[in-house]
């Protein structure tokens, strides 16, 4: 299998490649260049296969000859082995019609530990074989550095640099990062915003001085790797629900379009889908993009879903690459005018083709509070924000009563407490495992809000 750039101009390369690559060198994000089909016998027989060997099935084709396929096995088994449910992502039923498909039980209690744990293994094997090292950077608000953190901690050729905004992120989530004392583990917290933070890392990437010395790598959800590891979870929970014969719809709370991306992936492979229902909090730039055509960034407005506080959905341009018939120079014009003007249009074309799966709804602060008083006062379910926005849309929808509509659950209630205990009254508890997270050590570097600084103590502290 070989991966070419969503804006046509880089060479192609295998998935060894890409995965550690990150970004294409013309500013394209890279995806295969055929979508791998299984027939529907095949998706059949992944019933009742336990979650590593059913990952391992539907990623094959993905891998192509870079990994052996009792080693992608190995790798899964190794990836999904501290979940705290032998599942893996349970499905649990909320209604007649309505399903939760609960995708955090990782150690960081986010959906993205499902897809980082793998990654993290990934990295290890393919650096090992070629005898290089990685230097990972990233700005977090939260979820991602935790995942990306304990993905990677203890690694032998990985080190992280993990910088958020000092005072500015919860206490859980400043402990899952910081009480993690492995030495390849470096937190920073930046006297400065969020902003200020992601704006830092962008620069180092095109730092001389710091891309000569260190090899840079990034965690973001824009690697191929990620959404492939996300693919997974889709046909799990379809064949549940009597896929493939039977078509199931999936709610999917959005931000970056990384999780919706990949069950329009999971489609393209031939799972039969009713609809994917994207969902966004009142960052909704994909909500009028898929109901008006056009691709417009809006001011940003922090809510109770903070992952999906954004304005730019990064993984929206590999749907506008497949929608626009796989045309990189098409791909290219729309992403400089979004780049250069902070908006696009969609053709009559994409837009057709996108209708044909997605469809779209935004959820307000009330409704996404209102989805979480649902859930627990009608299934005796604690939801996140998040995934709230998700049920909120789960639930205007109209399917036709034998189709299943599954929300994804993307983050553990104990880490949005407060939002949680204001829509229901129930405090969520943190799960055992996490139970003395505030009895733990923590370390952590603070340092002004100055790029020289910054990248100062990267260069000294990074090995080279
Ligand atoms: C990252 C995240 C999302 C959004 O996922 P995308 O793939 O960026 O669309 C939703 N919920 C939670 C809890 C997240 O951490």
């Excluded at 250069?340 to 996404?368: H, P, W, Y």
């Excluded at 849309?393 to 209630?413: K, M, S």
Aim: aromatic share 8%; with cysteine.
């Amino acid at each position: 299998m070989q991966y070419v750039s969503t804006r046509g101009g880089s060479p192609a390369l295998d998935f060894e490649a890409v995965t550690l690559q990150g970004l294409a060198p013309d500013g394209g994000l890279y995806v295969p260049q055929t979508w791998p089909r299984l027939t529907p016998e095949e998706i059949r027989s992944l019933a009742g296969l336990p979650y590593p060997e059913l990952g391992a099935r539907v990623m094959r084709p993905f891998v192509g000859d870079t990994l052996s396929p009792a080693q992608l096995l190995a790798l899964c088994e190794r990836a999904y082995h501290a979940f705290a449910h032998p599942a893996v992502a349970p499905l649990a039923q909320l209604d007649e019609q309505r399903w939760l498909l609960d995708l955090t039980r990782g150690p960081t209690l986010a959906f993205k530990d499902i897809a980082l744990q793998l990654v993290g293994l990934l990295f290890e094997t393919f650096l090992a074989r070629s005898h290089r090292h990685l230097t990972i950077i990233g700005a977090t608000s939260g979820d991602t550095g935790s995942a990306a953190i304990d993905a990677v901690a203890g690694r032998e050729h990985v080190d992280i640099f993990m910088l958020h905004p000092a005072d500015r992120i919860s206490d859980v989530q400043r402990r899952q990062m910081t009480t993690v004392l492995a030495p390849n583990v470096h937190n920073i917290a930046v006297q400065g915003s969020f902003d200020d933070v992601q704006a830092m890392v962008k620069r180092m990437f095109s730092d001389a001085d710091l891309t000569r010395s260190l090899n840079l790598g990034a965690v973001n959800s824009i690697n191929w790797a990620r959404l492939m590891a996300q693919v997974v979870y889709y046909f799990a929970a379809a064949v549940q629900l009597g896929g493939p014969a039977r078509p199931v719809a999936f709610s999917v709370p959005t931000g970056n379009f990384g999780d919706a991306y990949a069950g329009y992936v999971a489609h393209r492979m031939g799972l039969p889908l009713h609809r994917l229902v994207v969902a966004t909090n009142i960052n909704d730039i994909l909500h009028r993009a898929l109901t008006g055509g056009e691709y417009a960034r809006g001011d940003l407005q922090p809510t109770s879903s903070p992952s999906m506080d954004i304005q730019v959905s990064s993984n929206f341009e590999r749907l506008l690459f497949d929608a626009g018939g796989r045309d990189g120079a098409v791909t290219r014009g729309q992403l400089e005018q979004f780049e250069g003007t902070g908006a696009a249009s969609l053709t009559s074309g994409q837009r057709r083709m996108i209708d044909r799966v997605f469809t779209s709804c935004r959820a307000s602060e009330d409704e996404a509070a209102e989805g979480m008083r649902w859930a627990w006062e009608c299934a005796g379910v604690l939801i996140d924000p998040h995934t709230a926005v998700g049920l909120h849309a789960a639930r205007q929808q109209h399917c036709p009563a034998d189709v299943p509509i599954v929300t994804l659950a993307t983050a553990h209630p104990a880490k949005f407490r407060d939002a949680v205990e204001r829509a229901t009254g129930q405090r969520p508890r943190l799960p055992a495992r996490l139970g003395d997270l505030f009895a733990r050590a923590e370390r952590c570097t603070r340092l002004p809000n100055d790029y020289a600084a910054v990248a100062h103590y990267i260069a000294e502290n990074g090995r080279h």
